[in-house]
C-alpha cells in the first residue's frame, strides 16, 4: 500500500513540475504541491529499498521547493497588483 503511495506521489511531483513550467493556474497548482507533499510523507513510511528512499526524498524536495516558489509568487502578485 505505501509502495504504491510513493510512486504515485513520484509521479504527482513530476506532473506538478510539468504544470508549472507549462504557466498552469498557480492557486490549482498550489494545492496539488500540497497534496504531494501529504501523499510523499505518507509514502515514506513504505520505502525499504535504497531506490525507494531516494525517490521519496526527491518528491518530499521539488514539491517543498515548488510549494516555496509558488507561494512566494502567489504573495508577491498579490502584494503589487495595481488593478
Not at 37 to 48: A, E, K, P, R
Not at 54 to 59: E, G, H
Not at 63 to 76: A, D, E, G, H
Amino acid at each position: 500500500m505505501y509502495k504504491s503511495i510513493n510512486l504515485f506521489s513520484f509521479l504527482l511531483s513530476l506532473i506538478c513540475l510539468v504544470l508549472f513550467l507549462s504557466s498552469f493556474s498557480l492557486k490549482a497548482l498550489f494545492a496539488l504541491c500540497f497534496i504531494t507533499i501529504i501523499t510523499g510523507l505518507i509514502g515514506f513510511m513504505g520505502t525499504n529499498t535504497l531506490g525507494g528512499k531516494i525517490r521519496s526524498v526527491f518528491t518530499l524536495i521539488l514539491s517543498s521547493v515548488l510549494l516555496c516558489f509558488i507561494t512566494l509568487v502567489i504573495t508577491f502578485g498579490n502584494l503589487f497588483q495595481f488593478t
